[in-house]
């Protein structure tokens, strides 16, 4: 990538070097591509489970092991691939990312071969690991790559193309892999099913996976330093109270939208909402998930047209608002509230991150590391949603997601303010 003449707008906590400036959109257009495969990828690897869950006889508790196996690795693996990326740089986080995924998509070859689920929860965390580096270097990247006041919309538009790898990966899936797999239900046994149809779409996704990363090498990407860090008295990420609230905002937004997502199909069966059947909710799942793609590539323009927090704050308040009036109503109207909050979920990831690290320097890294970890809300606020349910009724958990929305509108309005 080329370099031409002096900055007219240098990032906060960024040394630019004299007289020179990255061209930015041509580094976050080639980003904007690796995005959505990632998303298109991931989204390949989820409509593999349910054939997974069959040729190794799981029941449905240790069907859930694969959720908490993927949540947990950004638990375990976020801040040591902060430090990572710290060390060899956003690229070389990126591309150590995809070829760890990719190790990890190998890896399924002999877990499937041996019918070891084990060894499969062994290669999905490996799979996740590299899912997570390319999270952590990612992410800040596309937020510290051009002016902070504008870093919002950057990464939600990314986020918007990660969306529509999601929504694509499932139309092709079906017409590829899926029908290529055994009809589980004619199965006489999990032996009677064929190891490969697993095994070689596996493949297919870490061949993929090593191509992109030979592609991104080739990129020449904006290299970004830090500009010397002035403030002594916060030596750590975690001396910033933002960055801190941060956290806590990423884990009760993941939390809350995965426990909303997870439950959406019981959710619709209600003979009070609208008694739908599990194969017709499913299908209405699609809505939800569109509306949050729909709503990225908008927030993209409105985030650079209003205050990020503020928006942040409309959109959790909104989210409030439709999941009371779900709960309080019936039918279409509690059905389509409902589905409604993926439009509202849009950019709340995006913005949260964005403003969690800003101004943080060479922090940025470890920072991203931390946000990484609190991804770990997906797996444990989902459990406290079921226990809810469990102990009352499903429409009185969706009070652990308002209280969530809650503390977003509150990080948006007064939280993320850096404090002086």
């Not at 690897?45 to 799981?58: G, H, S």
């Not at 890896?107 to 070891?116: E, H, I, K, T, V």
């Not at 509150?410 to 939280?415: D, Q, R, V």
Request: charged letters at 10%.
């Amino acid at each position: 990538m080329a370099f031409s003449s002096a900055p007219s707008v240098t990032p906060p906590g960024l040394a630019a070097a004299p007289g020179e400036q990255p061209r930015y959109t041509s580094a976050l257009a080639s980003l904007t591509v690796l995005f959505f495969m990632m998303g298109f990828i991931t989204c390949l690897n989820d409509i593999l489970i349910p054939y997974l869950k069959a040729i190794f006889q799981l029941s449905y508790t240790q069907a859930n092991l694969i959720n908490l196996c993927f949540f947990g690795a950004y638990f375990v693996m976020g801040i040591p691939a902060g430090k990572v990326v710290q060390r060899i740089g956003y690229k070389g986080g990126m591309l150590l990312g995809f070829l760890v995924a990719a190790l990890g998509c190998f890896l399924f070859y002999p877990a499937a071969d041996s019918r070891s689920y084990g060894l499969f929860l062994g290669a999905l965390f490996v799979l996740a690991t590299g899912v997570v580096l390319l999270q952590v270097a990612g992410n800040p990247y596309v937020a510290i790559l051009g002016p902070a006041k504008s870093a919002p919309a950057r990464l939600t538009l990314t986020q918007a193309f990660n969306s529509l790898g999601t929504t694509v990966a499932p139309l092709l899936g079906a017409a590829l892999i899926l029908s290529n797999l055994p009809d589980l239900d004619t199965a006489a046994s999990a032996a009677a099913i064929d190891v490969k149809a697993v095994q070689v779409p596996y493949l297919v996704i870490g061949g993929v996976l090593i191509l992109i990363s030979v592609l991104l090498g080739m990129l020449k990407l904006p290299k970004i330093e830090h500009a010397p860090d002035t403030d002594t008295a916060r030596s750590k990420p975690w001396h910033y109270r933002h960055l801190v609230l941060g956290m806590v905002g990423i884990f009760v937004y993941v939390g809350g939208e995965v426990a909303i997502g997870s439950h959406i199909v019981s959710y619709l069966h209600l003979p009070d909402v609208m008694n739908l059947a599990p194969k017709a909710a499913g299908s209405m799942v699609a809505y939800y998930w569109g509306g949050a793609m729909v709503g990225r590539f908008l927030g993209a323009y409105l985030l650079n047209k209003v205050n990020p927090g503020r928006l942040l704050a409309f959109n959790a308040l909104g989210a409030v608002l439709l999941v009371l009036i779900s709960m309080n109503t019936h039918g279409e109207i509690a059905m389509w509230s409902l589905l409604a909050l993926g439009l509202m979920n849009s950019i709340m990831f995006a913005t949260i991150f964005t403003l969690a690290v800003a101004g943080l320097g060479r922090h940025t890294e470890e920072a991203s590391g931390l946000l990484n970890v609190a991804i770990v809300g997906g797996a444990l606020v989902p459990l406290l949603f079921g226990a809810v349910a469990d102990a009352s009724t499903l429409r009185m958990a969706l009070i652990l997601p308002v209280l969530c929305y809650l503390y977003i509108m509150w990080y948006g309005l007064k939280g993320h303010v850096r404090a002086a």
